[in-house]
């Protein structure tokens, strides 16, 4: 497997480590291990990194970790993996971040459901933005909103590709937007993608969910 040069960017410990965790609730410890070790990142085995919010993760170890799973399970079946991580590690960011996303305010709970997901989008992009080197903007549309990542880590050093691969995103929005619906489950799509040589990842995200 081709390895991911290392960038200048960074993510949280806190958040890689969420990530991780994410990927082994899925893959189960030995399948984690087994990815970990083909994307070149041992140093990560059994040794998550630390519980704070250092910017030490660099953005090409996520690239590195979905580029293995594509490697190991194919494209179709490594972007389902890591959509189902991208879905699991939502409730560990939730609780860790909640109060900085505004989703424990009695002004958000009450709001319909288009403004609570315009309001998420948008304090999402903020927290993030603070505890790394993501970049994302987010535009509402008529029916729906678009969000676009402008440095994105799920994709990182990656080129040439025939297809979106942010597929751990894509799993956090779809759950995200599960959670602010109270359970009704959400059908969000990455139209561009930078491996693919567009100048953004972008992701769109419907209004309402049926």
């Avoid at 594509?70 to 389902?80: F, I, P, S, V």
């Avoid at 440095?151 to 799993?171: E, Q």
């Avoid at 491996?195 to 049926?210: H, L, N, W, Y």
């Amino acid at each position: 497997m081709k390895i991911v040069p290392q960038s200048q960017y960074s993510y949280a410990n806190r958040v890689a480590r969420i990530a991780l965790k994410g990927f082994e609730e899925v893959l189960g410890r030995k399948g984690l291990n087994a990815v970990l070790s083909l994307a070149g990142l041992d140093r990560w085995i059994d040794q998550f990194p630390p519980d704070n919010l250092d910017e030490e993760f660099n953005f090409a170890d996520f690239s590195a970790i979905y580029q293995a799973l594509e490697e190991m399970y194919g494209a179709r079946g490594g972007g389902g993996l890591a959509i189902r991580a991208g879905r699991a590690a939502f409730d560990d960011i939730l609780n860790e971040f909640g109060s900085q996303l505004g989703t424990d305010q009695l002004s958000f709970k009450i709001m319909p459901q288009h403004e609570k997901t315009k309001v998420f989008l948008i304090n999402a992009n903020a927290v993030f933005g603070g505890i790394s080197d993501q970049q994302a903007s987010m535009q509402e549309t008529e029916d729906g909103f678009t969000l676009h990542i402008h440095r994105c880590p799920a994709c990182w050093g990656r080129t040439g590709l025939d297809r979106p691969v942010c597929y751990f995103i894509v799993g956090m929005l779809q759950e995200g937007l599960k959670w602010l619906s109270g359970g009704q489950d959400c059908y969000i799509t990455e139209t561009q993608c930078i491996a693919m040589g567009d100048t953004v990842c972008e992701f769109r995200i419907p209004k309402t969910v049926s």
